[in-house]
């Protein structure tokens, strides 16, 4: 193709499921654009494509009166043949994509930057009334002068009405909130959900909701809560995970009121986490168990483990002894939060932290002669070497106890915990789970408890009829783990025209009325739809764990 209207085509920039994106000349003026294609092909019916084109008009007039330096601007629109396009500011630069692909994590400073610029935007647009629909790092462009642009404001409605005739989902389902799956009414908070798994992926390296097929995907997102940030990313605190759930949350009024609220949130509870850095995709699940430093427990009194709102799954970190300054800054941070209540209505207000543990006086215990010491000396010193100390004993294997059925309980384990490690009780809801410690390493039948070397462990709960389950401990500041397993389970979206039709599942009678959205464990279920004046409507269908089935039925 050379020419586009009245553009000259100079070359192509990328290809995505709607259309091809050109680099293109604009005669009158000399200026370079960008052209983004759509195709209408798909769309058969005379009266239908006149109502796509001026849908398309509308919304790419409105997405044209948006003038901020983050939004990339709309020129012109038109229509040749088939195909529709967009005509709009060219930016010499790479995707937020591409930028994270080719050159690793982001660094702090750069990672807040990008957020905050894309928040702004965003906020920009919700006020003028447009939602942009398709929040991904695809659509975030990062100028080789490192401005930070969105793109593509308003295609994804004018997709979406093409892509609806011939009966697809709309967006990038990885980014897309809740509502929008659901077909409900959407505005800005759609949005910051999506910036939410975007943040989410830029600190962990992994994005929130992940599925081997796009059913299942889309049921995690509706249905499922997300593994808590800083249990993938040791460097954070459980305050990010906090105010990323919050983004994240399924009901939209629970969420931020605004794009920039959330992205001040996230970067105070940041800065509550010194030395923070982002991981690379691949590297949360690539970490080895690291053995922590043994810990007296005669000298030591833990605090019990706490737990948020939101069900998180590990404690802050104990308060350092300078806390006094952090206590004058918790009290700037809690006036400013009085400020969001104000303004914002969504306050963030960082979670107070545990006391100070006191500083131990007892030595730590004795390394083994042949192993070297973990840490290196300090700079400009030679390590010296130390007297060889005794082997300790063996420990004798601790008898077992039979359990019901024949099976072996795991070994018990002695009274008092061994140098660097601790005893865990290891606890579902409900009993009977296998429970797999890094990657096999050692299991057991719940309920049992482990002597396991303190640090960082990865345990994974299998039981028939339920989802598998994954949880990261960290010892010692963990000693009961108690973990409630979910059955397997699916949704039946059950549709009828005209709606409002009886519902009654396996015989017996539900108080929804179609159209509906009904959580089923995974299996058979004979379904029964009834109304009035017509044959009742019978079928068999089979719920798949994370899967939403439709059953649509036309009187």
């Not at 989902?169 to 009414?185: A, C």
């Not at 030591?300 to 590990?314: A, G, I, M």
């Amino acid at each position: 193709m050379e020419r586009i209207g009245r553009y000259q085509i100079t070359g192509e920039l990328g290809r995505g499921g709607m259309g091809i994106v050109y680099r293109a000349q604009d005669p009158a003026i000399g200026r370079t654009v960008a052209i983004k294609t759509i195709r209408l092909d798909s769309i058969s019916d005379p009266a239908e494509l006149r109502q796509l084109r001026d849908r398309l008009l509308r919304e790419a007039r409105s997405a044209g009166l948006l003038s901020h330096p983050s939004i990339v601007t709309i020129y012109d629109i038109g229509q040749e043949g088939n195909m529709a396009y967009i005509a709009m500011e060219f930016v010499q630069g790479v995707t937020l994509e591409q930028l994270v692909r080719d050159k690793g994590p982001l660094p702090g400073d750069e990672l807040i930057r990008v957020l905050q610029a894309t928040a702004e935007a965003l906020d920009h647009a919700h006020g003028q009334g447009i939602i942009h629909r398709d929040v991904k790092p695809a659509n975030i462009m990062i100028s080789d002068a490192g401005a930070v642009k969105i793109t593509d404001f308003g295609v994804a409605k004018i997709a979406s009405q093409n892509m609806t005739q011939a009966d697809m989902i709309l967006g990038t389902p990885s980014f897309m909130s809740p509502e929008q799956i659901e077909g409900r009414p959407i505005d800005g908070r759609s949005d910051q959900f999506a910036l939410g798994v975007i943040a989410y992926e830029l600190l962990t390296g992994e994005r929130p909701f992940v599925g081997d097929t796009l059913p299942g995907l889309l049921y995690q997102i509706v249905k499922q809560e997300p593994v808590s940030p800083h249990l993938l990313n040791s460097t954070l605190r459980d305050s990010v995970s906090r105010v990323i759930a919050q983004a994240l949350d399924k009901h939209p009024d629970q969420r931020f009121l605004k794009c920039t609220a959330f992205v001040r949130a996230l970067e105070a509870a940041l800065n509550e986490s010194r030395g923070w850095r982002a991981i690379p995709k691949g590297a949360a699940a690539s970490q080895d168990t690291v053995a922590a430093p043994a810990v007296s427990q005669a000298s030591v009194t833990l605090p019990p483990p706490r737990r948020s709102s939101r069900d998180l799954e590990d404690d802050p970190p104990a308060r350092s002894n300078r806390w006094p300054f952090i206590a004058a800054a918790a009290g700037v941070l809690a006036a400013a939060g009085a400020g969001y209540v104000y303004y914002l209505n969504r306050p963030y207000v960082p979670a107070p932290q545990p006391e100070a543990v006191a500083e131990q006086t007892a030595p730590p215990p004795a390394a083994k002669a042949d192993r070297p010491s973990p840490m290196p000396p300090p700079p400009g010193q030679t390590q010296t070497s130390t007297p060889p100390t005794p082997a300790p004993t063996t420990p004798t294997p601790a008898p077992t106890e039979p359990r019901p059925g024949g099976q072996s309980a795991a070994p018990r384990p002695s009274d008092a915990p061994q140098a660097g490690s601790t005893i865990v009780d290891i606890i579902t809801n409900p009993g009977g789970a296998t429970a797999s410690i890094d990657n096999g390493a050692s299991t057991c039948v719940t309920p049992c408890p482990q002597s396991l070397p303190n640090g960082r462990h990865v345990l994974t709960f299998t039981l028939a009829g339920y989802r598998g389950t994954t949880r990261i401990i960290n010892l010692p500041q963990e000693s009961t783990i108690n973990m409630t397993l979910q059955r397997a389970e699916g949704t039946l979206a059950i549709r009828t025209t005209p709606a409002g039709a009886s519902i009654y599942i396996d015989g017996q009678a539900r108080a929804e009325k179609t159209n509906a959205m009904i959580s089923l464990p995974a299996g058979m279920h004979k379904i029964t739809l009834k109304r009035d004046g017509v044959p009742d409507y019978e079928e068999s269908i089979e719920v798949k764990d994370q899967v939403i089935t439709t059953v649509s039925v036309n009187w």
